[in-house]
Structure formats: structure tokens, C-alpha cells
């Protein structure tokens, strides 16, 4: 995907579209975004002769991590410098035959990204959910609970291949409310939600693939406030009703006093609960048990104008959905709890 001098007559620049891909990536996301940019890198090729030859000896030579992957890791960090290193480690040799622990050790200490560079945990055989910045774990790794250190959910559209198919079924496409259950139960459990998208060989990114990345588009526009620089909640999912998921945030007011010419800088802190209720309430009432409320508490509904009614029963709390035609969000409804109790 970039004019790589180890990869010759064999990269985009020399062939196919004849571009450097990373290097226009790089830069779109640099210049129009505000986003991290970040590289994958699959640390092997399955049909690549140095690879298959380490392979049959058992992996005791390093033909091919010298020669192809490690130089091939160096260039592309010295000439785009990504924030974030994905690599995609095989099943099949250890981190000392993939030179791992060396390129990891420049990466944090020489590098030009040495300052502000993370990686995940794909770097050989056996580090999968045991050593990194952030673990993997494993495709579609969901673990419905905390956990004592960052995670990523990698997921996909297509539910069988990371890939494009020409011969994938409609049945074959996560729905938006599939997707939108997977993202924010990741979130809720601390997770960070990958979404893959695959484009076809020509670069395109078909119809179905649009429509999913804009509906959760239009989902986060309503709804982002529930998801954006929250945390987890005490709890992660409500105790009573099932498909509601919580997370959490501080809410910070600075009141500044004026006195003459003295000013006096007060600070008050408000916790808010967001509850995100997968599924419409039958008859518009939902039970949640994990929350404690007090006479002060509000409840709104993200999307919606005005308070919810609220009474506490002693199942847990009772809140009164508004018409759903007067709602804006489709799919997955976020309720923001104001002055909860932890």
C-alpha cells in the first residue's frame, strides 16, 4: 500500500493503482480530520516463499522477518510515523523469531513516534490478552464485563469476513441495531469498538457498508454524549431489565465570584448515568434496578425535549418513555441520569 523499496514491483505505487495509498491516508487524515492516524501491519504472508521457508524449518531462520517484515515495520514508521501500530500476529511463531521485543523496545525509545506511539498485542505467538498498550485478544472480543486494563473489540459488518465478497447475502450484514449492540456494550465495559469496513479491489465502498456507517453516524449525532469521553459505570449492564447498558461521566461547573477586585473560583461537581436502552419499553415503561436515585434526580431521554417522569418502586425505578414518534433516534435510546448515587 505505499512505494516500499522492499516490496519491489509488488506495492501500489508500482502496480495497481500506482499510488502511495498510506501516504494519501496519512495526510487526509492529518489535514481534514481530528482523528489519531494509525497503521495495520500483518506481521506475515501466507504464500510468501522466505515465509514458508522459515516455517518448514521451523521457524529456526529468519529469512523473511529479516528481509520483508522488520525492515518493512522500520520504513513505514520512520516515513508516516502512525500513532498507532496494529499488528496482526500469526498463530505461528514466537516473538523472538518475529524480533518483536527489538522493534517494540526502538518503537518506545528511538522512533520518531517514541512519545506518544501505542501498540496492541498481535506480535507473535502466545501474546494475545498478555502484553501490549491495549489487548485484542481476539476477532470480535467482547467480554461483557470490566477489565483490569484496555481492550479493543475488533469487529466487523460482514459476519463471516473481514474481506469484500462478491457472494455475501443480505443475511450476511450485521443490522445497525446488531451493530449498535456490540459497540455499546463494548463501550460499556471500558472497551474501545474497531469497526472494519471492506472496500472492493477497486477501492469502493459498496452501498450496504455506507448505509451502516451512516446510520451509526446518525445515531452517534443524537446520541454521543452517552458514548463520548465517558467511562465505565460501577455497573455495566442494569440487573433487572436485560439490553440496558451503562456508562458513566463527571460533569464539571465553574462558577467564578466577583468581589471588587477579588474573584473566588468555585468548583461543583455532577455525576451523570447513562442508561441505553437496546429495546423500546413494551408500553413505554421501563424498570431499571441498578441506578439510586434521589428527589433531586432528573431524567431525560438524549433525542428528545423535557424531563421523563420517574417514581421509585420497590422493584426499582419506573420511568415513563415518551411517545416514540416524538423521539429522535431509530434505534438504541440513551436516558441521561442526573444527581445518581454511586
Known amino acids: 500500500m505505499w512505494p516500499s523499496k522492499y516490496s519491489y514491483s509488488w506495492n501500489a ?47 529456526k531462520t529468519q529469512y523473511f522477518v529479516g528481509n520483508k517484515t522488520m525492515p518493512e515495520l522500520y520504513e513505514l514508521v520512520t516515513t508516516y510515523k502512525p500513532e498507532i501500530v496494529w499488528s496482526d500476529g500469526p498463530m505461528d511463531g514466537k516473538y523472538t523469531y518475529w524480533n ?29 490478552c498478555k502484553h501490549g498498550d491495549f489487548y485484542t485478544c481476539r476477532d470480535h472480543y467482547n467480554p461483557g464485563h470490566l477489565l483490569p ?13 473481514w474481506a469484500f465478497r462478491r457472494n455475501a447475502k443480505l443475511e450476511d450484514y450485521h443490522t445497525i441495531q446488531e451493530l449498535l449492540s456490540r459497540f455499546i456494550s463494548t463501550v460499556s465495559c471500558g472497551g474501545n469498538f474497531l469497526l472494519n469496513v471492506a472496500p472492493t479491489k477497486y477501492g469502493v465502498i459498496t452501498p450496504i457498508y ?60 455532577n455525576s451523570v448515568v447513562y442508561a441505553i436502552v437496546l429495546n423500546w419499553p413494551k408500553n ?48 438504541a435510546w440513551a436516558l441521561k441520569l442526573t444527581n445518581t448515587t454511586e
Do not use: M
Not at 492516524?37 to 504472508?45: M, N, P, R
Not at 523496545?105 to 501498540?119: G, Q, R
Not at 454521543?224 to 455497573?235: F, K, L, M, R
Open 284 to 331: 413505554g415503561l421501563l424498570l431499571l434496578g441498578s441506578p439510586t436515585l434521589v428527589p433531586e434526580s432528573t431524567i431525560t431521554l438524549l433525542g428528545y425535549t423535557g424531563n421523563l417522569q420517574w417514581n421509585e418502586t420497590d422493584n426499582g425505578i419506573k420511568i415513563q418513555f415518551p411517545d416514540r414518534d416524538n423521539v429522535k433516534s431509530k434505534w
Open 100 to 128: 518483536s521485543t527489538q522493534f517494540i523496545a526502538w518503537l518506545y525509545n528511538s522512533s520518531p513516534v517514541k512519545d506518544t506511539v501505542v501498540v496492541n498485542d498481535r506480535w507473535g505467538k502466545g501474546l494475545k
Open 13 to 59: 505505487k508500482d502496480v495497481g493503482p500506482k499510488r502511495d495509498l498510506v501516504g494519501e491516508l496519512a495526510s487526509a487524515v492529518r489535514n481534514k480530520t481530528n482523528l489519531k492516524f494509525g497503521l495495520y501491519h500483518s506481521l506475515f504472508e501466507w504464500f510468501h516463499p522466505l515465509y514458508l521457508q522459515d516455517k518448514a524449518n521451523g521457524y
Open 149 to 161: 486494563y484496555k481492550w479493543e473489540n475488533c469487529d466487523t459488518v460482514d459476519k463471516n469476513s
Open 210 to 269: 455506507e448505509e451502516r456507517f451512516s446510520q451509526l453516524g446518525t445515531w452517534l449525532a443524537i446520541n454521543g454524549e452517552s458514548i463520548y469521553a465517558t467511562t465505565a459505570w460501577t455497573s455495566q449492564r442494569d440487573n433487572i431489565t436485560s439490553g440496558v447498558w451503562y456508562t458513566h461521566s463527571i460533569i464539571i461547573h465553574i462558577i467564578i465570584f466577583s468581589l471588587t477586585s477579588l474573584k473566588y473560583t468555585q468548583k461543583k461537581t
